[in-house]
């Protein structure tokens, strides 16, 4: 059989293994395995459940092998600033947290009287989270967690630790730490001297392509095969974004459990313009930026969506039977965790909506929140963009794609929808040899998948 590849995809609310291959000049991918994720209450905090994601990605490199493929190479992508701390014998501390704990409110502000946010952005470039790593670390120290700790592996580290034994960490993921200097390229020094957080904690940055190392022979045994696990753009928006089939500078929705909105960009900006617009410059391949603003995207809708026990389409159809009347701002820290997003959704809006009302708001803030977003773009870039690309699992929602088309008065190109794990597939055929560059891989995939114009 042809050379073959993993990418392992894992987001907020569940994993894939794609395995795929180039055949006859396009991509051929296959699903092999899918698992559900979510955080979980412990002892109240929300964590992720590091020993069952470790299980479910091993499960799906035997469902790889049991579905006749034996991948050479392997890859691993997750969402960004969540991590674990290994003791000195290489063993987890505690719990992984969730992103969406709440304990770094005390913690932001802490750090933010040690080194102003100001101070933080003009070195970083990274926009304000509170859950941004910088602020879970603080609380790690405020709560005594740190002190045991020899080795800090962000997620898909961490994953990639469990199956080689080998500890590298990763560039792209790491610069969504807050950490990351945007003109050095490596850990800033005086951040994290500042912070009093030890410095042997983090080690030497990685580019994509890089490999990390082969699995261990106990993992070998029990998936039957050896293969090379290697590092995509660990941070999941950064492997779908090099998916996107656009050229380097054109604007990009990278649409999931949060949007991203930006631009590629071979400098970081960190000018006053943008930390204002909390524009964030995030790393990509080769030292490149992402420069972007994250939007709370279908977190929303997906939480209505399980609060009402419907279906998305089902969703798109309530929505569609009503016309704009409320819009809330989906930025607003109020709907990053509520106990229930659709009665938190009424109450900014100071309404008494019924279930359709409230889809319908969602997706109407949602398209405003685009609108937004790229007009800060167009004037912090000094740019005017005829045209947005959006990919990733939201592209396939029509009813948000054309009310985006509508706000932004822009041409909506959509697809690829498994963008994520193309992006991850296609760095580790380039660290292979197997496709030149990035450039040429985009090539591939506008041949490879459907992509398609919104009619607004």
Not at 17 to 29: A, N, R, S, T
Not at 187 to 199: C, K, P, V
Request: with cysteine; proline share 3%.
């Amino acid at each position: 059989m042809k050379k073959c590849y993993l990418a392992i995809d894992i987001g907020a609310s569940s994993g894939r293994h794609i395995v795929g291959w180039l055949d006859g000049g396009k991509l051929q991918m296959e699903e092999v395995y899918r698992f559900t994720n979510g955080a979980e209450e412990r002892e109240g905090h929300l964590v992720w459940n590091a020993a069952r994601l470790e299980r479910e990605v091993v499960s799906g490199l035997k469902a790889a092998a049991e579905q006749g493929y034996k991948p050479d190479y392997i890859g691993i992508d997750t969402w960004a600033v969540d991590y674990a701390l290994l003791d000195g014998e290489g063993r987890l501390i505690g719990d992984v947290f969730s992103y969406r704990d709440g304990r770094t409110r005390s913690a932001a502000e802490q750090v933010h009287g040690i080194l102003p946010f100001a101070q933080l952005y003009a070195r970083t470039g990274i926009q304000y989270q509170p859950f941004n790593t910088i602020y879970q670390l603080y609380a790690d120290k405020m709560s005594g967690k740190l002190d045991k700790a020899a080795d800090l592996l962000m997620l898909p580290d961490y994953l990639n630790y469990c199956l080689t034994g080998v500890r590298r960490q990763e560039y792209t993921n790491a610069t969504s730490t807050g950490m990351v200097n945007a003109k050095t390229h490596d850990w800033d020094d005086e951040i994290i001297a500042a912070l009093g957080y030890d410095r042997s904690l983090f080690h030497p940055l990685a580019q994509p392509g890089a490999v990390v190392g082969s699995l261990k022979a106990d993992i070998c045994k029990e998936v039957g095969y050896s293969a090379s696990v290697v590092l995509p753009a660990t941070h999941d928006t950064a492997s779908a974004v090099l998916a996107a089939p656009v050229s380097f500078g054109e604007p990009y929705i990278s649409s999931g459990t949060w949007s991203l909105l930006g631009v590629e960009q071979t400098f970081a900006r960190t000018d006053e313009g943008s930390r204002a617009a909390n524009y964030s410059n995030e790393g990509s391949i080769r030292h490149t930026f992402r420069y972007q603003k994250n939007i709370m995207g279908l977190w929303m809708l997906q939480s209505v969506r399980k609060e009402l026990g419907t279906t998305f389409p089902e969703m798109i159809e309530m929505a569609r039977g009503r016309k704009k009347e409320y819009v809330v701002d989906v930025n607003d820290e109020r709907f990053l965790s509520p106990a229930s997003m659709s009665a938190e959704v009424r109450a900014a809006a100071g309404a008494e909506l019924d279930a359709a009302g409230v889809v319908r708001t969602v997706y109407d803030s949602l398209a405003l929140s685009y609108k937004q977003a790229v007009d800060e773009l167009e004037a912090n870039t000094g740019a005017t963009f005829g045209s947005i690309h959006i990919i990733g699992g939201g592209s396939r929602d029509s009813l948000l794609n054309r009310l985006t088309a509508e706000a932004t008065g822009k041409r909506i190109v959509t697809g690829p929808v498994e963008a994520t794990a193309i992006g991850n597939m296609i760095m580790q055929m380039i660290s292979a040899g197997e496709i030149e560059d990035v450039a040429a891989a985009r090539n591939i995939i506008r041949n490879s998948f459907d992509i398609q114009e919104v009619q607004a």
